[in-house]
């Protein structure tokens, strides 16, 4: 383990790794000051850019984006109040009330402070319980895998949203993309319709570009065309600046943000929880330490931030373990563990270990990254949101053609990722959650391989699924995750009728 430890040192304070982090802390911190932007798509845009870098400074370049996106949406949240992403949700409340009291620089201050301190708790969480549990999963075989994975798979409900079918339905088709393309045993064609692009297959890549990128590029432009243009007209903000808590509201804050970051960091190594849910559970601890909460108090503002950078590690907690993505932005970086030759999973610290540490320490040195560039840069992110967004969709669309094409050099993988976007719009259009099929896409060759693997080892009998006691405990709990929401209606009107009777 020390020697691991020294050589992923040595990898990660190479100066272009350092360089790369910086780059990748910067654009997620820019992406995600900008309502409307998310670092998932700054995360798309980035991955078709690392392919001739080696594969640590790509995969923290995607780190650095993740943890500065994570960080970055409360300076929207706080001045705007409208959160940058989805996590910054629970932010806006008492953050946007001590920006009108004049107090924003305070709660920029307690946020960066929150943010890091809940991301290297994660972080530590991380380090100490990846390496055990990749070593028991290591001996997982093909029927573990493959049950494994479906597990994984299972979590679509969790990332369905509130309409079920729907998330259900994105899954499958999702899966049947996975079946386009060459048999890999066989080596026949399958769905290609005679189109030479298609054999193949429907690249993750391309198609998750077009799901990420492409939608919120139309619905810019679209909004552009009927308003006239979307520049914001809030007044100048060039004299906010951060202010860091004091010493004695660290300390009052101490045990609260340690709370908060477990929560985050917990649920974030649940597959399809992630960062709203984290920060919400994680604001109603702070109601509880101070019922002032949502009038303007750094609680509301620290434990919220401190929950979801919580979840970065927790996240990463599945996808280098298991091999299953926490939430859409690790689904998004297990693409790019693949394409650099990286496959997350057990053996990923036994043949990898030295790039695993490497990775860990990148995570701290980004942390440290966006602490100080948020803190010193807080001016420059803040005129950011000024920037017309219909010219950064002009470049994003640009990058993404250029992105998709680079990956194969295959023109098919372009009109693939024009469908996907389409597809992606009307699906948002019509409430359809984009991540289930993303992670059926992702997943889905695994569970194939996995399948055939199993089958040939016990000449074509199912009965190696039931025999092996942990693949039969994961295929169980995956048919329990899947029907439980669909018996909990049933049950609770049972309930109430039961209650209503003995009443």
Wanted: glycine residues 12%.
């Amino acid at each position: 383990m020390l020697d691991y430890l020294v050589q992923g040192l040595t990898i990660a304070l190479s100066f272009q790794n350092l360089l790369f982090m910086l780059f990748g802390t910067v654009l997620g911190l820019v992406f995600a000051a900008i309502p409307g932007l998310t670092f998932s798509t700054a995360l798309i845009l980035l991955i078709p850019l690392t392919f001739g870098l080696e594969a640590v400074p790509a995969i923290s370049v995607l780190l650095g984006v993740y943890a500065g996106g994570m960080s970055g949406g409360s300076i929207s949240a706080i001045l705007l109040g409208i959160p940058g992403t989805p996590s910054a949700a629970a932010t806006v409340i008492d953050g946007y009330a001590m920006a009108k009291k004049g107090e924003a620089g305070k709660a920029l201050g307690m946020a960066v402070y929150a943010s890091v301190f809940g991301g290297i708790f994660s972080l530590l969480v991380l380090m100490l319980v990846a390496p055990q549990l990749a070593s028991v999963a290591i001996k997982f075989g093909p029927p573990e895998i493959f049950a494994l994975v479906v597990f994984g798979l299972s979590t679509i409900v969790s990332l369905s949203g509130t309409d079920i079918v729907k998330g259900l339905l994105a899954g499958l088709f999702g899966l049947l993309l996975c079946t386009v393309g060459l048999d890999p045993v066989m080596g026949l064609q399958r769905y290609t319709f005679g189109q030479a692009g298609l054999m193949v297959g429907i690249g993750i890549m391309p198609v998750m570009i077009g799901m990420f990128a492409l939608p919120e590029i139309i619905d810019t432009f679209l909004r552009a065309k009927k308003n006239q243009g979307l520049k914001q007209e809030e007044p100048k903000r060039d004299k906010v600046k951060a202010a860091f808590p004091s010493f004695k509201e660290m300390g009052k804050t101490f045990f609260l943000l340690i709370k908060s970051a477990a929560i985050g960091t917990g649920l974030g190594a649940i597959p399809g929880t992630g960062g709203p849910v984290a920060s919400f559970l994680a604001y109603d601890q702070a109601k509880r330490t101070n019922p002032l909460s949502g009038t303007g108090t750094i609680e509301g503002v620290g434990a919220p931030e401190s929950a979801n950078n919580g979840v970065t590690g927790g996240a990463l907690i599945p996808l280098l373990t298991l091999g299953i993505p926490g939430d859409s932005a690790t689904a998004i970086m297990l693409g790019a563990f693949l394409i650099h030759g990286l496959a997350p999973g057990p053996l990923l610290f036994q043949n990898y270990g030295d790039l695993v540490y490497a990775i860990f320490i990148s995570i701290l040195i980004i942390y440290i990254m966006v602490l100080v560039i948020q803190f010193y840069g807080i001016r420059l992110f803040v005129k950011v949101l000024d920037f017309p967004k219909v010219n950064l969709m002009v470049v994003i669309l640009a990058v993404s053609v250029i992105g998709a094409f680079a990956i194969n050099l295959n023109f098919s993988d372009v009109i693939i990722m024009f469908f996907s976007g389409v597809l992606g719009y009307l699906m948002k259009r019509f409430d359809f959650p984009v991540t289930p099929l993303i992670l059926a896409l992702v997943l889905g060759y695994s569970i194939e391989d996995n399948f055939r693997k199993s089958l040939v080892f016990s000449g074509g009998s199912l009965d190696i699924f039931i025999k092996k006691p942990v693949s039969l405990v994961f295929l169980t709990l995956a048919m329990i995750i899947l029907v439980a929401p669909f018996l909990r209606p049933w049950l609770e009107k049972r309930f109430r009728l039961k209650k209503k009777a003995l009443s």
